[in-house]
């Protein structure tokens, strides 16, 4: 099965499964319900998606009259880890580990003024962010290469290390 013949397939069942949403016809047997589509190919004539029966247009796929496609089922990709770190006189947790490809939020909170830290930088990630007094900061990641990302205060002496094993 080529992949414009699974894309249709899909599309098709798509429309097949919305049709009760849609509406089946309009009211004169002939509309342009989730049971019919209106192919350029063919100008405003209506045809049956079920049976994807065109005529001359199969628009690549071919399908029994009695059969639906399979349902395509979608992983939905996983939600990211949130890691919170409160920033007084250090970060903490001051050393964090992730796995290679895992999408992260590290949030940070500021809960003091007597600390340097009033922003936060990665520098070999190339991110910096401000961290506002009692404020969630979230920076999102998701690193691609193992290792170990240092993050600091702007003066560069609070610090932590973002491990990515």
Known sequence: MTTRTWFTLTAAYALLAAGPALGEEAPDGHGQGAGHCTCASHGSATHNAATMDHGATDHGATVDAGTKPAPVKVAAAPAARTIAIQVTAEFTPAEIHVK???????????????????????????????????????VALKPAQAG??????????????????
């Open 100 to 138: 290679r490809g895992e999408a992260v939020k590290l949030v940070f909170t500021r809960t003091t003024d007597r600390t340097c830290a009033t922003s936060v930088h990665f520098r070999e990630l190339g991110l910096d962010r401000e961290l506002p007094l009692g404020k969630p900061v979230t």
């Open 148 to 165: 170990k990302y240092r993050f600091s205060c702007g003066m560069d002496m609070v610090a932590g290390t973002l491990v990515v094993d």
